[in-house]
């Protein structure tokens, strides 16, 4: 079971950089490249800041605090001081529409 929440149309995301997104109950960076849509847990896993604010380059998000880079495909951190990965999320887009698609045991009761 699938839960599947609309994000924003494609054009209104800058391209190339992340936007927060709050859904159910998780708080989510949300990144466009070019025609393609990643989603990852926006609190990084060393400090929890905010992967929303990192800069995107390479297919990487470099975290604004400290430095790490997060596949945006896979949420492993390719660089220190962060060791482990944040979640990531299914996304799609429909007639120019962004979703989200959460599991449900993604989805918060
Ligand atoms: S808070 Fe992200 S690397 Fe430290």
């Known amino acids: ?11 209104d995301l800058p391209d190339g950089r992340g936007v927060r997104v709050e859904a159910a109950g998780h708080r989510i960076a949300v990144f466009r490249v070019g025609g393609d849509v990643y989603a990852l847990d926006d609190r990084c896993s060393h400090a929890e800041a905010s992967l929303a604010e990192g800069e995107v380059f390479e297919g990487s998000v470099e975290c604004p605090r ?44």
Request: proline share 7%; hydrophobic share 40%; no cysteine.
């Open 1 to 11: 079971m699938t839960e599947r929440i609309r994000v924003a149309p494609l054009a």
């Open 66 to 109: 400290h430095g790490s880079e997060f596949d945006l495909t896979t949420g492993e951190p390719g660089s220190f001081p962060a060791t482990t990965p944040v979640a990531v999320y299914a996304t799609e887009v429909v007639d120019g529409d962004v979703y989200l698609i959460l599991e449900r045991a993604e989805v918060a009761s």
